[in-house]
């Protein structure tokens, strides 16, 4: 069974820098695409960026140029450095694996961005 853990989210101010770390276990962690997901209060979840098994990334258009997802296989581990960081960046994020048919998500961890 996989587990996703989250962990290093807080409270920034705006302009400032924070990076999310989602540690994955119970899977072949190397071979799969990894997702950030984000959801602030009374909006829908929302797809932040997601890197593949070969490194190739993509970005929701709000969070580009100012975040970067990226992978440790050998720790099986996946990053959000997120810099620049507004208001409306506050949201909980939740790292998310496809596998045995269906979306497996992280507990989230709430980000709060101040202005």
């Known amino acids: 069974q996989v587990q996703l853990v989250e962990s290093g989210g807080g409270l920034v101010q705006a302009g400032g820098s924070m990076r999310l770390s989602c540690a994955a276990s119970g899977t072949i962690f190397s071979i799969r695409p990894m997702y950030w997901y984000r959801q602030a209060p009374g909006k829908q979840r929302e797809l932040v960026a997601y890197?593949?098994?070969?490194?190739?990334?993509n970005y929701a258009d709000s969070v580009k140029g100012r975040f970067t997802i990226s992978r440790d296989n050998a720790k099986n581990t996946v990053y959000l450095q997120m810099n620049s960081l507004k208001p409306e960046d506050t949201a909980v994020y939740y790292c998310k694996i496809f596998m045995d048919g269906r979306d497996n998500w992280g507990q989230g961890t709430q980000v709060t961005v101040s202005s």
């Open positions: 890197v593949t098994s070969s490194g190739i990334t």
